[in-house]
């Protein structure tokens, strides 16, 4: 009987031994992740805060002074980019320290792959230089990809995709292709992400000024226009109707950009309202970019940038560009589009 106590008791005791480190260990363990998760929190926090280290000389801002020929913001207070709205200097010293990744995607589908060799060449002169840039590209044509040296801390990854017979499926399909690229590897590698059309062309300097939560381009041949005249969908049965007597800007879809999860979002949201019209046989009147108008209207972009960011060869130098840094080129639509 004494025994049995004593054995009892030691078992007991045992057991409460065991508990204890168990429950210390998974503790510590929940404390490290949980401090982990806030660390990464803050990170992304911090992300967004606009240091500016010591002794960094720029040109006293001014606000009387500046832009008067055209709107520099919108109602709800985003900043319209337009030469002479910022100071590289002053935007370099904060940005560069925080040693950001912009990812670049660029969709170089059956013959649009010979427009990349320009792409590349003049993103590499212009755009965001001095940062971290890893650009995307997706083809049906890996064998034909042209071979452009890049500069420090800029990449280039091909992505291999299947050939499709509708420039329409090209162009609404990037989308899902988008969504996949950051969900599967992007949200955990960048900060950033810009998806830009390949038959383009930099001219001028595309750097830090255009980074922020949600970003997006006025299109060339929409920004003086009244908004009923601006070419959304009008059909109430698509999902990216948008009612005459509404609207804001025509955005393009030739540029998007902004924080991966921002630009997730859009993408994702995109792609699910495309796949319902699918479902009931409408195709928007300009495809995805029929869908972009009407999430950036019910979700406003934190920063829009003019049409210095997304002109076209075919116009001349408006009076009110005072620059122009990366413009669509000419193309024969027959010739290079599959359909
Ligand atoms: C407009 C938009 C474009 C897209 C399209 C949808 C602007 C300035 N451009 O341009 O972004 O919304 O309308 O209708 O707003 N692509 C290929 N291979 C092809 C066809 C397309 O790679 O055979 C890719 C390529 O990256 C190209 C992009 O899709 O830059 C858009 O196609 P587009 O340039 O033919 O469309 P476009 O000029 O009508």
């Known amino acids: 009987m004494k025994r049995n106590i004593y054995l009892f008791v030691l078992v007991l005791a045992e057991v409460l031994i065991i ?11 929940f404390s490290v992740v949980k401090q982990r998760n806030q660390m990464q929190t803050f990170t992304r926090l911090l992300d967004r805060h606009l240091e500016l280290p010591k002794g960094v000389n720029y040109k006293q801002p001014d606000i009387l002074n500046g832009r008067k020929d055209v709107v520099t913001v919108t109602p709800w207070l985003a900043p319209i980019v337009w030469e002479g709205t910022f100071d590289t200097n002053v935007l370099d010293a904060i940005y560069k320290p925080k040693k950001i990744t912009v990812a670049t995607t660029v969709f170089a589908m059956g013959k649009y792959i010979r427009f990349l060799k320009d792409f590349l060449e003049t993103a590499e002169k212009y755009y965001m230089v001095g940062y971290r840039v890893r650009y995307f590209i997706f083809t049906d044509r890996p064998e034909e990809m042209p071979v452009v040296p890049l500069g420090q801390d800029r990449n280039l990854t091909t992505i291999t995709v299947p050939s499709l017979n509708r420039w329409q499926d090209i162009s609404l399909g990037r989308m899902l292709q988008l969504e996949q690229l950051i969900e599967n590897q992007l949200v955990h590698e960048v900060e950033y992400i810009f998806s830009l059309d390949v038959d383009t062309k930099f001219h001028g300097h595309w750097g830090a000024e255009t980074l922020d939560r949600l970003v997006a381009a006025v299109h060339h041949s929409f920004y003086n226009y009244p908004r ?3 070419t959304y969908e009008r059909r109430p049965e ?14 393009c879809a030739a540029m998007v950009g902004g924080k991966v999860e921002e630009v997730y979002r859009l993408v994702q949201t995109c792609r699910i309202q495309l796949d319902i019209d ?6 928007a009147i300009w495809q995805e970019e029929s869908h972009f ?8 972009p934190s920063k829009v940038l003019s049409p210095e960011y997304m002109w076209i060869d075919l116009y001349g130098q408006a009076q009110e560009l005072k620059v122009i840094r990366y413009s669509h080129v000419l193309k024969n639509k027959t010739e290079v589009r599959p359909n």
């Open 278 to 283: 699918k479902s009931n046989s409408i195709e």
């Open 19 to 29: 508990g204890c480190i168990y429950y210390g260990f998974v503790s510590s363990w």
């Open 238 to 251: 698509s999902q990216a109707y948008i009612p005459y007597g509404q609207g804001d800007y025509y955005y």
């Open 228 to 230: 009923d005249q601006f």
């Open 293 to 300: 108008n009407h999430y950036l209207l019910y979700n406003k």
